[in-house]
């Protein structure tokens, strides 16, 4: 809840907003639609894990100003998805290619409240509390592209109905500030400050009434947010000591998001997580808002073959053999992430590496030799190198609309390999298990 929060804000309220914006961010005011001009890279900096195989078009809306309808244009056979992403990071609806082919219907979004005309023809989503996400992602195949992407684009609406079939632009509306670099809350309560700030918002479900009841208790309710000020010294050194024991628990268990196989990790809950609270805050902190299942798979490593975590001062290869390359309907990418989630500068401008990527060599038998590591390795690997920095980082594998071998676990990654020796070829032939 937390982090979708700050993810919202950060998008809506940039911190400099005369500044000019990177191209790669989605930044537009709440109730607005903004366009990601470029794909993600270094500089990408809101939310985690950003991918860099799709535009993003990114509006966070407030539906007490809705309702609103988005609509799209015609997309032909090119891979897009428009997520509607609820306050508690969780996705329940998303609709795109793999929904209706290459024309949505308009979508008619309103609030938990709303009770009012329903236009003909549209695709309602409801959003359950009062801030809704929306994401499209929209396939750019190379910078060549690029301004065919944007085209599209430029033809998406987002709008505020009225009515009788009237759209409007929508108003910016106002929202409660979360603690951020504020001076006078305790670096260790400011993820509790914040949490008080979301439920002061929030409409606590008949599940959840027993469970937000009891935060009373440390002064944080849904009428005022959280009180720490009026709690004893020791009581508040406890909380923070509380707060920074779960935070390294959720940490953990980013490392272990589901089934775990070759230094793998894949959750197959997808994008709901029902009562799973700790699977639900570690999808946040590494890769909020993830699609559902059937449209996306996120196999994330962090260790190599050998159980050591992956670091750049090393040297790794991933072989697919060819009746074990990714099996999707869509596309598949690899992307390297430095410990914090971001994109690492390298000097061939490559962040991710999958199927599309140009010249990739494949061996003769069919498989695939990627080479991950922080050198350049000459002109025989240079298509199949993902570069990497010298220091920790975690591999995310997306596996867009996976194949049921994939979505049903039957199907998962090879180990990633160090390589203590010569670097073999990428035109090299995986070895036979």
């Known amino acids: 809840?937390?982090?979708?929060?700050?993810?919202?804000?950060?998008?809506?309220?940039?911190?400099?907003?005369?500044?000019?914006?990177?191209?790669?961010?989605?930044?537009?005011?709440?109730?607005?639609?903004?366009?990601?001009?470029?794909?993600?890279?270094?500089?990408?900096?809101?939310?985690?894990a950003p991918n860099n195989d799709t535009l993003y078009s990114l509006?966070?809306?407030?539906?007490?100003?809705?309702?609103?309808?988005?609509?799209?244009?015609?997309?032909?056979?090119?891979?897009?998805?428009?997520?509607?992403?609820?306050?508690?990071?969780?996705?329940?609806?998303?609709?795109?290619?793999?929904?209706?082919?290459?024309?949505?219907?308009?979508?008619?979004?309103?609030?938990?409240?709303?009770?009012?005309?329903?236009?003909?023809?549209?695709?309602?989503v409801r959003s359950a509390q009062r801030y809704l996400m929306v994401a499209g992602r929209i396939l750019v195949d190379g910078p060549q592209d690029l301004s065919n992407v944007h085209r599209l684009q430029d033809a998406i609406r987002l709008r505020q109905w009225s009515g009788g079939g009237r759209l409007t632009e929508a108003p910016i509306t106002s929202q409660r500030p979360l603690a951020g670099d504020r001076k006078d809350v305790p670096e260790g309560l400011k993820l509790l400050v914040d949490l008080g700030t979301v439920l002061e918002d929030w409409r606590v479900s008949k599940e959840d009434t027993d469970l937000v009841a009891s935060l009373r208790r440390i002064g944080l309710t849904v009428q005022s947010g959280?009180?720490?000020?009026?709690?004893?010294a020791a009581e508040r050194a406890a909380i923070e000591r509380g707060v920074a024991d779960g935070l390294a628990?959720?940490?953990?268990?980013?490392?272990?998001?589901?089934?775990?196989?070759?230094?793998?990790?894949?959750?197959?809950?997808?994008?709901?997580?029902?009562?799973?609270?700790?699977?639900?805050?570690?999808?946040?902190?590494?890769?909020?808002?993830?699609?559902?299942?059937?449209?996306?798979?996120?196999?994330?490593?962090?260790?190599?073959?050998?159980?050591?975590?992956?670091?750049?001062?090393?040297?790794?290869?991933?072989?697919?053999?060819?009746?074990?390359?990714?099996p999707v309907d869509g596309f598949w990418s690899i992307t390297l992430y430095y410990e914090k989630g971001f994109l690492a500068a390298n000097p061939i401008d490559r962040y991710s590496i999958g199927d599309r990527t140009p010249d990739l060599t494949y061996g003769p038998d069919g498989s695939l030799r990627l080479l991950i590591q922080n050198h350049d390795p000459g002109v025989d690997g240079r298509a199949n190198w993902l570069p990497a920095p010298r220091e920790p980082f975690m591999l995310m594998m997306r596996l867009y609309r996976p194949k049921a071998r994939a979505a049903e676990a039957g199907w998962h990654p090879p180990a990633v390999q160090p390589i203590n020796t010569k670097v073999p070829p990428a035109s090299a032939g995986c070895e036979s298990p």
């Open 59 to 124: 509006a966070f809306l407030d539906t007490q100003a809705g309702p609103f309808q988005l609509d799209t244009p015609d997309f032909g056979t090119r891979y897009h998805v428009f997520q509607f992403g609820d306050a508690d990071s969780e996705t329940r609806q998303s609709y795109g290619q793999s929904s209706h082919g290459g024309r949505l219907p308009p979508i008619f979004i309103v609030g938990p409240d709303y009770r009012g005309e329903i236009p003909k023809g549209v695709k309602v």
């Open 249 to 326: 628990i959720i940490r953990e268990k980013t490392r272990h998001l589901g089934t775990l196989s070759g230094g793998w990790s894949t959750s197959y809950a997808g994008s709901r997580f029902d009562r799973d609270f700790l699977l639900r805050a570690a999808v946040a902190m590494d890769q909020i808002y993830v699609l559902e299942k059937g449209e996306a798979l996120y196999p994330v490593a962090h260790l190599d073959a050998q159980g050591r975590q992956l670091d750049g001062r090393n040297n790794y290869t991933l072989c697919f053999r060819k009746q074990d390359l990714p």
């Open 226 to 232: 959280f009180r720490y000020a009026h709690l004893p």
């Open 1 to 48: 809840m937390v982090r979708a929060a700050q993810l919202r804000q950060k998008a809506t309220q940039p911190e400099h907003p005369f500044a000019p914006r990177p191209a790669t961010l989605a930044t537009a005011p709440i109730n607005r639609i903004g366009q990601a001009r470029d794909l993600a890279g270094p500089d990408t900096r809101i939310g985690v």
